[in-house]
């Protein structure tokens, strides 16, 4: 299984960014797993920001509750990350995650 992910960037704070990562697997395979978005920062440890389980139920790091959305797209066997009202403390590599592997990762950079 491969997993791209893209749609980093540079971003003034307060802006938005869509992150996206696609999954070379069939949709039947798609609906039945869980994905997810973990972030490293420079320096720090990765961490869990966002994830959701085969029957679309979500759980949210309490750092980007109410400001980033996961969702999935099936026919894509995509998973999507909004993320809305961006502050420098988001700067950091985003990786995808799901069939026990992690995509390539992808720079988003929240900086005036």
């Known amino acids: 299984v491969q997993l791209q992910a893209s749609g980093g960037g540079l971003v003034q704070p307060g802006g938005s960014l869509r992150l996206s990562c696609a999954a070379s697997v069939s949709v039947s395979i798609f609906r039945i797993n869980d994905m997810g978005w973990y972030r490293q920062a420079p320096g720090k440890q990765r961490e869990m920001v966002a994830r959701i389980n085969n029957g679309g139920s979500t759980n949210y790091a309490n750092s980007v509750k109410g400001r980033f959305t996961i969702s999935k797209d099936y026919a894509k066997t995509t998973v999507f990350l909004q993320m809305n009202n961006l502050s420098p403390e988001d700067t950091a590599v985003y990786y995808c995650?799901?069939?026990?592997?992690w995509g390539q990762g992808t720079l988003v950079t929240v900086s005036s």
């Open positions: 995650n799901g069939y026990g592997t």
